[in-house]
Each structure stands twice: as C-alpha cells, then as structure tokens.
C-alpha cells in the first residue's frame, strides 16, 4: 500500500481503478469508516428497544446506510437490508405484508423511504398486529434523505409507533485529535467522503459532484418540477447570504421569480435538510424585535463548494467567513441539543443581538460566536443578555482555553462548549 493516503481514491472512477486498488479502496473505505464512532448510534439503539419502528434521517452521503448497518450487527435474529432505489430490492415488496411477515423475526432496513411513502399505510397494520401478539420493539429501522414533512406526504402516519432521529454530519465531538482537525472539518464539512479525502481539492470535487447529484438527480426522483440551474442560483445566494436575515423577495429578485416560488425553492432544500431556517426568540420585553428568520446552509464544506471556495487560506480571505465560522458552530452546537431544548437567534432593531439563543428547562443560554483566538465582547451581546434575561452567557471561539471575561460571561472553545450543553 505504498503512497496510500487518507481518502485517496474518493474522486476516481471506480472503473478506473485495477481490481488491486479496487480492493485497497473498499478496505480504506471500510476503515475511515470505523474510525469514526457515531454518537446517534447508542440513541438509535435504545429508541430500537422502546419503539416497533426507528426513523434516521439526513441528506445523502452523511453515513445512515452505514449507521444503520452498523446496529443491524448487533441484532441476533439478523437483518434484511432494502435499498428502494434498486428495482430488484422494489421487486421484492410487490407483496409488503408478506414480505413483512416473512421476515417478522428480522430487524428490516428501509432504505430512502421517500421512494415508496405508501409502505407506511402497510407498515402500521403490521406493527400494530405485531403489537397484539407482544412484540412491541425493534421491528423497523427506516433511513430518509428528507425531511418528516416531505416523507409524510400522502403517506400513513404511524405516531406512537416510531421514533425519528435526525443524522448531521460529522460533528467535532465525533472527529479524532479534534482540536488538530477543526479547521479541516470546518472548510470541507461534515460528509463522510467529503471530509475523509485525501487532500482540499479532492474534497472539493467531491462535494462539486455532490451538489450536482442532488440538482439533477435526487430532487427530480422526488417529483418537485424545479430546473436545476434555478435551483442552484438560489442555493447558491442563499450560500452568500449565510446567517444572514431571509429576505424572501429580494432573492425572488434576484432570480426573477414571485415570492410563493422563492419560498417554495427555500422551503425544499429545508425538507431535503440542506438547509436551516433559525427563528427568532419572540418573548415580550417591551423591544422591536427582529422576527424574520436567518438562514443557514447546514454543512459548511457544502456553503464553500457552492462560492467556489477550494482552500483554508481562499476561506479566510473571503467575505463570508465570518458567516461560515458562526453556521458551523451553531450546527455543531444544534447537533448536541436534548430534545427539551430550543434555540434561537436574538435581534432588536436598537442593536441588541445574540447569536444563539438556547432555552432548557430553567436555563437561558446566551452565546456570541466569534472567530478571533482574541474575542471581544460587544455591546450589543451585553444587552441582549439584559433583556432575554440569560442565566448563562458565553463567547464560543476557536481556541481551547477557558476562561471569564468578566460580567459573568464564559470564553469557552467549540469543543468544551458542545459536551457543556450537552450534559
């Protein structure tokens, strides 16, 4: 294996390869991939032996097939695996219930579900007969690249008989020697393929053909008419204006479209989990409150494939930055939140503003994101923390050291931050 690198191989044909790198590259693959340990994965397995039926859900290429996989090992009455974009894997469902019953001892892996939304009008008889004979958990492990309201369309619903989990990607908690790795993983993402390639400009190719796969193929298979090219003009401004304030129209203007066609486009790459809308927190404080949403590209590496941004020092010299630097860490921080918690953005028309906003239980987390090793604290941040009345207040940079900084704020890195709110 002389030469080999991490990820080399990710960009190249397969049919390019000779039968010896072939297998040099399923062993590589095979690796990276238990390299890296899956927080979602012990949730998924309790949710398993508490609901007949488990949802993961996230976007293509963010590693559900190989979570999935993975769980299935630990079954011993074994698993049967369903891709429903294969037609021989279809054909075998010609039949759902009996194909259900036959394997009624198996844990059963749907792949892609948004193919074929009518197994859940079958899936919840089955369960629900299954429930009459006692068994009650663990029959159904279904994997989605969309959302729950794009999946649930015209399909049954099964409340109370599953469970739903949504799969980011590659968060820095989940990264070996993170502190060494957090730029890396800021510039190329959280995709698997993406962030494990050999070099930045293999990375970068990988999530170009990314984002020409889901333009061309992945959302015409979901029936939405929308051309490619518009699509991506849009994704692309969105991409501009990350953390920015959605302003509707003036992307409809930009495209030359209506605002309900805008809308529609933005609402689609939010159900295909492209992309994240953040609400603001809306109490009363007697303020003029800031109430439109900010938009986020959700993986970062894709937000720097989309303005043509292949390397470190190409990121730190372009005008979304300082943008790109808040989203990833408000992903990463989102990725670590109970599901009793909610978060926010919070901005007044005076000045006032943090940038996340998070409500658990009794706790008010107040957080300011800032690049700078150095950070300093504005104004603005103090006030906010005045009215919303934040229990706890933070500054989340890039360094390792925590310390105060006065006020009873907290500078703490990324890294700490993520297993505090965690915990």
Same mark, same amino acid.
């Given at each position: ?243 920015? #304030? &959605? ?5 409809? =203007? ?7 066609? @805008?809308?529609?486009? %933005? $609402? !689609? ?63 990463? #921080? &989102? ?5 009793? =918690? ?7 028309? @005076?000045?006032?503003? %943090? $940038? !996340? ?67």
């Amino acid at each position: 294996m002389e030469g080999w690198k991490s990820g080399e191989y990710f960009t190249i044909p397969l049919f390019h390869l000779s039968t010896a790198k072939y297998l040099v590259y399923l062993k590589y693959r095979f690796t990276f991939a238990r390299m890296i340990i899956r927080k979602i994965k012990t949730e998924i397995l309790q949710l398993l032996d508490e609901f007949p039926a488990v949802g993961i859900l996230g976007p293509r290429q963010v590693g559900k097939t190989t979570l999935a996989k993975e769980i299935a090992k630990g079954f011993a009455q074994g698993s049967v695996y369903l891709d429903l974009e294969l037609p021989s894997n279809i054909a075998k469902l010609s039949d759902p219930e009996s194909f259900f019953q036959f394997n009624a001892d198996k844990l059963i892996i749907l792949d892609e579900i948004q193919r074929m939304p009518e197994l859940f009008q079958v899936l919840r008889g089955i369960i629900d007969q299954r429930r009459d004979e006692g068994k009650r958990s663990g029959q159904f492990l279904i994997l989605g690249s969309a959302s729950l309201e794009l999946i649930k369309q015209s399909s049954e619903s099964l409340a109370g008989r599953i469970a739903y989990k949504q799969l980011p990607g590659l968060t820095l908690t989940e990264i070996p020697d993170h502190q060494h790795h957090l730029q890396q993983l800021w510039l190329r993402g959280g995709f698997p393929d993406g962030y494990g390639a050999k070099n930045d400009h293999a990375s970068f190719e990988w999530r170009q053909q990314f984002i020409s796969t889901y333009l061309e193929r992945d959302i015409p298979q979901l029936g939405p008419r929308i051309p490619a090219m518009q699509l991506k003009r849009m994704w692309t401004m969105l991409a501009h204006n990350n953390a920015g #304030i &959605l302003n509707t129209a003036q992307l409809a =203007a930009g495209l030359g479209i209506t605002n309900p066609t @805008a809308r529609k486009y %933005i $609402d !689609l790459l939010e159900d295909l989990l492209l992309v994240r809308t953040l609400y603001p927190w809306a109490g009363n404080v007697g303020k003029r409150l800031i109430k439109a949403p900010k938009v986020y590209i959700r993986d970062s590496g894709i937000t720097h494939a989309l303005l043509g941004i292949e390397t470190l020092n190409d990121l730190l010299g372009h005008p979304v930055c300082g943008a790109s630097w808040e989203g990833f860490v408000i992903e990463n #921080i &989102l990725s670590e939140l109970s599901t009793n =918690a909610q978060a926010y953005f919070y901005r007044t028309s @005076a000045g006032a503003e %943090i $940038d !996340l906003f998070i409500e658990k239980g009794n706790h008010r987390f107040a957080v300011e994101i800032k690049r700078s090793l150095s950070p300093s604290i504005s104004k603005g941040f103090h006030n906010g923390c005045n009215d919303v009345k934040a229990t706890q207040k933070f500054v989340v940079y890039p360094g390792e050291e925590s310390y105060s900084a006065g006020d009873g704020v907290k500078v703490i890195g990324l890294y700490d931050f993520m297993k505090y709110v965690r915990d």
